[in-house]
């Protein structure tokens, strides 16, 4: 099962009000393990950068400024994702932004099914606790000292460690690797046919003495029956 675990940083709250997508990354899974493939750019946004948005990314007007705008980069981000869900943690933040930036390059929008937000699993999981990233990672024990500001691409490789953790995807691999090692291990292999007879053990005298004795036991001996 492919999925896409996806995270996007952005200039504010709401891209109704004119904000921008900054940045985005995507960390391809497979069976809840990550493959090593990724998708990452950042964004110009052709606007500033709140003071606010910068406080939590990092990420200022004049270091993104000449880098790609979305509709450049559309068409290889919608070739990565391809047709895999998107595992995304707040995905309804993520979606409305994402889908902004399609409908601004003329292209169509991503369905709101396409995205499971680890999220709303979380708080069904979990109820009355503490469900940001953060506090999963600490509930899980993730290391996650190194996300000192927000980032798309670190929050994507935290959070596929916090999804395989929340669906059970880690015990679920070992079980797997255990009951595919186990049929291995009793497996039974087909017996092989010599490509040429032993030769008998049998003497010349051990045998004419083996035809005297049965012939000892008369016409009703069913012995005879398998004697070629």
Known sequence: MREIILDTETTGLDPATGDRLVEIAGVEVLNYIPTGEFYHTYLDPERDVPEGAFKVHGLSAEFLKGKPLFRDVAADFLAFIGDSRLVI???EFDMKFLNAELKRAGLPVLPDDRAFDTLTYARRKHPGAANSLDALCARYKIDNSRRTKHGALMDSEILAEVYAELMGGRQATLILASQVEA??????TARRERPAALAP????????AHQRFLGSLGDKAIWRDYIS
């Open 201 to 208: 053990l049998l003497s010349a005298e051990e045998r004419d």
């Open 183 to 188: 049929r291995q291990q009793t497996q039974i």
């Open 89 to 91: 943690h707040n995905a």
